[in-house]
């Protein structure tokens, strides 16, 4: 049966329709879902995809994290269903609390939109687990409020758990150790800040490196 | 005139987080020779107009809200206080 994965848009999302087509290209089935629903389909799993939902305003991501598809979404995520946050996206999970930490300004204040190379770190979660641990990944970063932050105990208990997904090689907007992804403990609910969604295309994208994350969620639900 | 009965809630990035836009301000008044400027760090406030008196549990209902949506508490610390006054 054909893994049914949900993409949810929000207003001002961007990337919704780039995340479908790489679901499709991975081997599974995309199903849009819209912020006022609360029903999510009988998805499998679910993308919160890029862009800038409700403005930005408030925090990013702030109030997509209070939408009523986002009680489901967070319902679903602590029985077990995976989750992919993409930038936007990463910002609703931690905003939800799903995954700790927040991600704030950019250190040099620049939105930032370029390929850039990551290391996979984790390949034990339902979004990474095609991949051989050490992977090296060109992935386009896009993002103004890239820079991943939290507390020196919240950092020291992610890392001790090895929960931590993907590191940049040259550290573009100054996250804490580097870090480009995590995952939570279970490993089905993962945000990452780079694009996997824009790398499934070499004739329009940076490479295809971005698809194995598609590949991942393809093979492990049922 | 009548009385407007205001909620105020003060939003600021802790301490210990990097605020780039402070600094960035904090740079440009140095830079125009405001040396005695030593630290700029930029926050938030709403204002939040209510119905009827502010009681004790309006403020603890707006203090929930500030604690969970206007607020993110991984970065950011907040305070709250009634501003009863007369408005427009």
């Given at each position: 049966m054909t893994t049914r994965v949900g993409v949810v848009t929000f207003p001002?999302?961007?990337d919704d329709r780039d995340a479908a087509t790489a679901v499709a290209l991975g081997g599974a089935q995309a199903v849009p879902l819209w912020?006022?629903?609360?029903?999510?389909?009988?998805?499998?799993a679910v993308i919160l995809p890029g862009g800038f939902s409700y403005?930005?305003?408030?925090?990013?991501g702030a109030l997509a994290s209070v939408s009523p598809i986002m009680k489901s979404v967070v319902e679903k995520a602590n029985e077990g269903m995976p989750v992919l946050g993409i930038c936007n996206g990463f910002q609703m999970l931690c905003e939800t609390g799903l995954l700790p930490g927040a991600l704030t300004r950019n250190r040099d204040l620049h939105f930032i939109c370029r390929p850039e190379l990551i290391t996979i770190t984790?390949?034990?979660?339902a979004w990474t687990n095609f991949f051989q641990p050490g992977a090296e990944l060109l992935i386009p970063v896009k993002n103004g409020e890239g820079c991943y932050q939290l507390t020196p105990e919240s950092l020291a208990e992610i890392e001790a758990k090895g929960l931590v997904v993907a590191r940049y090689?040259?550290?573009?907007?100054?996250?804490v150790n580097d870090i480009a992804a995590i995952a939570n403990e279970a490993g089905n609910v993962v945000g990452i800040m780079?694009?996997?969604?824009?790398?499934?295309?070499g004739l329009v994208g940076a490479?295809?490196?971005?698809?194995g994350f598609f590949w991942s969620i393809a093979g492990v639900t049922v | 005139m009548h009385l407007v009965e205001k909620i105020i809630v003060e939003v600021m990035p802790k301490p210990?987080?990097?605020?780039p836009q402070g600094r960035a301000i904090q740079g440009v008044f140095n830079r125009d020779?405001?040396?005695?400027?030593t630290n700029v760090r930029q926050g938030k406030r709403f204002e939040i107009t209510v119905t009827g008196p502010i009681t004790d549990q309006l403020l603890d209902e707006v203090e929930e809200l500030a604690a969970?949506?206007?607020?993110n508490p991984v970065i950011e610390s907040y305070a709250i206080y009634a501003d009863e006054g007369e408005g427009e």
């Open positions: 001002g999302t961007l912020h006022k629903d609360t029903n999510l389909n009988d998805v499998d403005g930005d305003y408030l925090r990013a984790n390949t034990k979660t090689q040259n550290n573009p907007n100054g996250s780079p694009h996997p969604e824009h790398a499934v295309d490479g295809v490196d971005g698809l | 210990e987080i990097l605020d020779g405001h040396g005695a400027i969970t949506v206007l607020s």
